[in-house]
């Protein structure tokens, strides 16, 4: 990711984080690396006010997940199984508001990338459930062509139509353009 940054015009410089293991193996990391030449600021252990906007914003996203999951109708075993989309979810969201005191500088997501986020126009609700075309390219004509599924979000690194779905009876994901949009939520 640190490198994807530097291509991309992003070069970092220093890291700052607490000093947990996870951050100290990426200090290894980044030191073994020949290319990459960060310093690493580490805070006291259990000192959350050196941190404050982050803990913050930490608070608010977890607040957004709880809200997308629970206007998404999810029994709690496939609230565990899909909280990591609705966080993703909820983070691309939240990229694309603009805080007030920042309206001319347009939503986190243009002020980093340049560009506006081109998935903004095909953006659906978490949860929206919709027909996933399942047909094989030889079958009965009497068969169902498709299957109900419940939206997951944009599928990253994919056209602006390609969307992650859910399939409620094997609660397995698949990655789909081939959609017909129900317009409701409703789990079971």
Known sequence: FLRKLRKGGY?????????????????KLCESSEDLHIEFAFSARDSPQFNGLVERLFSTLYSWLRAVLNAAKLPV????????????????VRNQLVREQQQQLGPPYVQFHNTTWNKIGNLKQFGT?????????IQAKWRDKGQTMMCLGHAP??????????????????????ITWLNQVQCR
Request: no cysteine; net charge positive.
């Open 11 to 27: 070069a970092t410089f220093q890291i700052r984080a607490d000093n947990a293991g996870e951050n100290r193996t990426l200090q």
């Open 129 to 137: 459930m919709a027909v996933i075309k399942t047909a094989k390219p």
């Open 77 to 92: 075993h496939l609230r565990k199984g899909v909280w990591t989309y609705a966080a993703l979810y909820v983070t691309e």
């Open 157 to 178: 690194d994919h056209a602006k139509d390609v969307y992650w779905f859910l399939n409620l009876d094997t609660e397995k994901v698949w990655t789909t353009r081939d």
